[in-house]
């Protein structure tokens, strides 16, 4: 059974830096290409980080980039989205996504961050 965990959102305050984690499992995780997407209250999804399986390619929303780092330990079936100087407008529920092709497509159950003084 393929599994996503997501962990690691708190509430920070503006500038601060939070690292959220990706926890897979029930796939061969370093053969698949990973993403983060966002979603902020009353907004729709929003992606913002994509990461190939070999972790050498990565790709940012402009909105993140230079700020945000997406990263994975393939020996840990891990992924990560390390996020520094967070501002308010990043408040969102984080989600990490799996596109498996033929095995499905998969979504964690998000972890929440907040950005507020």
């Known amino acids: 059974e393929v599994q996503l965990v997501e962990s690691g959102g708190v509430m920070v305050q503006p500038g601060g830096s939070l690292r959220v984690s990706c926890a897979a499992s029930?796939?061969?995780?370093?053969?698949?290409?990973m993403s983060w997407v966002r979603q902020a209250p009353g907004k729709g999804p929003e992606w913002v980080a994509y990461i190939n399986g070999g972790g050498d390619t990565t790709s940012y929303a402009d909105s993140v980039k230079g700020r945000f780092t997406i990263s994975r330990d393939n020996a840990k079936n891990t992924m990560y989205l390390q996020m520094n100087s967070l501002r308010p407008e990043d408040t969102a529920e984080y989600y990490c996504h799996a596109d498996l092709g033929v095995l499905g497509d998969y979504w964690g159950q998000g972890t929440q961050v907040t950005v507020t003084a």
């Open positions: 029930g796939f061969p995780f370093g053969s698949y290409a």
